[in-house]
């Protein structure tokens, strides 16, 4: 339930009073007396000035610096060692005299929902949402320039600018995807094939009549070679006639021996007329050879279909040669042509087709656009409008994601009147009006704007709640990255999508398969995932690093994500997981030789397996992070302690001091030094010393694996020292030691960066001070059971920020989206 602006109000203003003595009088002595020596107005290290942060007005505008400075000194990173460091009480004191006061400038003295900002669809989006709303698997967006990134995801509204070339490329890709969804039947391939007799080929006795009619002797074979273009039914068509007064019966059969057709043809005659019979088949694209002969007894027997002595068309090499030869030339008439002695005269075969257009031709997604079709009488097209609308109204509701008006709709019918009276098929132009509509920036962009009626007053500000229809759109496509289904979407126009049935259209859409959007958006961006595909390593060290093993490294990862979602397991599952997945080649480069003979060499075969017995835990121990993490040729403790307390604790280190070297670049007294005796080098230096003094130690706990992931117990001549201590004593000796303090000692911190990436990715926005109190609370709301991955998204979706946006437009709009 949200609170009214004015009831909040008076609650709020008892808070900061009590906030700010408490801050004044504990809070910030501490702060002045550890920080200030170093971060002051003359002597700012790290660019970090604190001596002006003594009041709750300008702890407000430097909230978000503030926050990182709390995250430091509550991890024990600040101050550095060299320093006078507060004792574990006194720390503790500052901490929470520090987080309060950031509590109640972000929750208590402004709070805020947050903006909005309209957004286009990112690469992703696009292609899933074109997906979804054909039917039909489509990438366009491929080749669209690269999303840029904003707060660590491609969905961030601030960063999705529309260029120029941008334009260009979804102009392009409405083209392509209108015509690959959309077939006009008139333009499939077809083909009217004719062999004329002096193009068949022969093997036995044949003569050759005055009107060059092709006569056979009952055991003359004569055949014809065709190429269709496509899968379908074609038609078959045989001109010719008995040789002799009699009327006698020809077969046709394929290359198998297959009786195809046979037919009872009376005189040929002397004056060139012919008889004809046709019969239709089915045939795949390709080359087809169909064979004639004249019936004999057991061909008079035979069922259509039935194998006929295949061997009676089991040509050897040499007939076949001399049959292509004898074709090259052309026929001559016989003279004297004594017609009895033959059985068969053949005019010509023909193929021609398909005759209608067959199944599979048209694309599924044809018949859920086109809900009617105009009628076609002679050259014009009759019932245009009509049947245009029946189809693009439904196509444009769920493009635009909306219910659309009549109005709307008409400027679409438009376009496919206009195209059939210039002499277009109606075909043709719905697949215009479906270009346009995938051009139209209520399919390119998530538009939120307040409903028609909607007012602005004193006690809601400028503060609007989404129309249940944004809602759907918003849950969307932060758990698909695509459009509202049917069903999400019908929910919204009823207006029902609220309390328990929201929670139940949350719970059935993380169980869909299209909510692996999680791990492929979200996750593969969180946790940095994305850089492996343009990671290369050392392959002459490290032969066994493969596109494919690099390729299974990252489905890895985000199989275990996806699992760890659809099953509701606590957040730190991610961490100290007993189990993995992974194909052959994974298994084999993880030594886990039992699941190895187990799984076939099919890339894409995928096993859950257990790793209870190994060092590996979670996906700090994942080749994917261990690589990803490392240079091309060696581990990097730095990179490695680095990405979990970006990704982990949520606490990013700030950026090295100027002029401090890379490691490479740093000379030691000692050539045989060990990795982690070189890095002594950039802790000894005092502006290094805080960031290392934990980052390196976070590191040194993955030292056991290589920079490809794969376990370990030497470093060249040096043994591997995969132990360390983290501030407060909090000692480890390998992946497996460290991820269990991390669970054990970071749990909540780990569910609060998880909530934080879920919040900012669902909202597609850097968050805001204002956030912070929001995710406070859905982490203490879902610690109870122990922070569990749907509880969490749940309460996102649920959230205020989610639900609400600030509005800074007129008090008054204009909509044509309903409530």
């Given amino acids: 339930m949200f609170l009214p602006a004015s009831a909040m109000a008076n609650e709020s203003e008892s808070n900061l009073i009590a906030t700010s003595e408490s801050w004044e009088k504990q809070g910030w002595p501490l702060l002045e007396r550890f920080c200030l020596d170093c971060h002051n107005e003359d002597i700012a290290e790290g660019e970090l000035d604190l001596s002006s942060y003594s009041s709750l007005e300008v702890m407000e505008g430097g909230a978000g610096t503030m926050q990182r400075v709390l995250e430091m000194i509550r991890f024990g990173a600040m101050p550095p060692e060299d320093a006078e460091v507060p004792t574990d009480e006194e720390r503790k004191l500052l901490s929470d005299s520090l987080d309060q006061t950031l509590y109640a400038v972000s929750c208590d003295l402004r709070p805020r929902p947050g903006r909005v900002t309209a957004r286009r669809l990112n690469r992703a989006e696009y292609n899933r949402t074109v997906s979804d709303l054909f039917g039909m698997k489509l990438t366009p967006a491929d080749s669209f320039p690269s999303d840029e990134v904003g707060a660590g995801f491609d969905n961030n509204s601030d960063v999705l600018s529309l260029s120029p070339l941008q334009i260009e490329k979804y102009i392009s890709a409405a083209e392509e995807v209108a015509a690959t969804v959309l077939v006009d039947p008139g333009t499939l391939p077809r083909v009217e094939l004719i062999r004329p007799s002096d193009q068949l080929l022969t093997v036995g006795p044949i003569g050759v009549g005055s009107f060059n009619g092709l006569f056979i002797k009952p055991e003359t074979i004569a055949w014809a070679e065709y190429e269709v273009p496509t899968d379908g039914r074609y038609r078959i068509r045989f001109y010719g006639g008995s040789a002799t007064k009699d009327a006698r019966t020809v077969a046709v059969f394929d290359k198998s021996g297959k009786l195809l057709q046979r037919a009872e043809l009376e005189y040929f005659g002397g004056g060139g007329s012919s008889k004809r019979f046709d019969f239709e088949i089915d045939l795949v694209k390709g080359k087809h050879q169909f064979f004639v002969r004249a019936a004999d007894e057991s061909d008079q ?148 704007v307040p409903p028609s009626d909607w007012v602005a007053d004193e006690e809601s500000g400028n503060e609007v709640p989404l129309t249940q229809l944004q809602l759907a759109s918003r849950m969307s496509y932060f758990l698909w990255s695509s459009m509202p289904d049917e ?211 976070l590191g040194f706990g993955l030292e056991q694996f290589d920079a490809i992931g794969q376990l370990r117990t030497m470093d060249g001549k040096h043994k591997v020292d995969s132990s360390g201590e983290l501030p407060g004593g909090r000692l480890f000796d390998g992946a497996s030691e460290l991820t269990t303090v991390l669970g054990a000692t970071e749990s909540k911190a780990f569910a609060t960066n998880v909530t934080k990436q879920l919040m900012a990715f669902s909202l597609g926005r850097g968050l805001s001070p204002q956030d912070r109190c929001v995710i406070d609370a859905i982490v203490q709301s879902t610690s109870s059971n122990d922070y569990r991955f749907q509880d969490i998204i749940t309460e996102v979706i649920l959230s205020r920020p989610f639900q609400f946006y600030e509005w800074n437009g007129p008090s008054t709009v204009q909509s044509t989206e309903g409530k």
């Fill in 301 to 448: 027997k035979a069922e259509v279909g039935e194998s006929v002595r295949p061997e009676r068309i089991a040509l050897s090499d040499d007939q076949l040669a001399d049959a292509i030869e004898r074709s090259k030339h052309p026929l001559k008439r016989t003279r004297k042509l004594d017609a009895d002695a033959f059985a068969l005269v053949i005019r010509n075969l023909q193929l021609s087709g398909p005759v209608r257009t067959p199944e599979g031709a048209l694309p599924p997604s044809q018949y859920r656009i086109l809900r009617k079709t105009a009628k076609k009488r002679g050259d014009k097209w009759k019932d245009v409008a009509p049947a245009a609308e029946q189809c693009m109204k439904p196509l444009m509701r769920l493009a635009f994601r909306r219910p659309v008006t009549d109005d709307e709709v008409q400027p679409y019918v438009n376009l496919v009147v206009e195209a059939t009276d210039r002499g277009e098929s109606y075909y043709r132009g719905v697949q215009i009006a479906v270009t346009a509509v995938l051009m139209s920036p209520h399919f390119l962009f998530r538009i939120e």
């Fill in 487 to 697: 069903e999400l979407l019908k929910l919204a126009e009823q207006g029902r999508l609220e309390g328990t049935t929201l929670k139940h259209q949350i719970n059935r859409m993380l169980r869909h398969e299209k909510a692996d959007a999680l791990s492929t958006q979200f996750a593969s961006q969180w946790l940095g995932l994305r850089n492996l595909t343009s990671h290369e390593a050392d392959t002459d060290r490290f032969p066994a690093f493969t596109p494919s093993l690099k390729s299974a490294m990252l489905r890895e990862t985000q199989m275990l994500f996806s699992q760890l979602v659809k099953d509701n397991r606590p957040v730190g599952d991610l961490l100290t997981a007993d189990y993995t997945f992974v194909n052959q080649e994974l298994a084999k480069h993880y030594e886990l030789n039992e699941a190895a003979n187990e799984l076939s060499s099919a890339a894409d075969h995928f096993q859950k397996v257990s790793i209870k017995n190994t060092p590996r835990r979670g996906v700090l121990s994942h080749a994917s992070v261990l690589t990803l993490t490392s240079n091309p040729g060696r581990t990097s403790p730095v990179k490695r302690g680095k990405w979990i307390l970006e990704n982990v604790l949520g606490t990013p280190p700030p950026d090295p001091p100027a002029g401090v070297p890379e490691l490479d670049e740093t000379k030691t007294a000692d050539a045989d030094a060990t990795l982690r005796e070189q890095l002594e080098l950039h802790r000894a230096d005092a502006s290094c010393a805080a960031c290392h003094r934990v980052m390196d130690q």
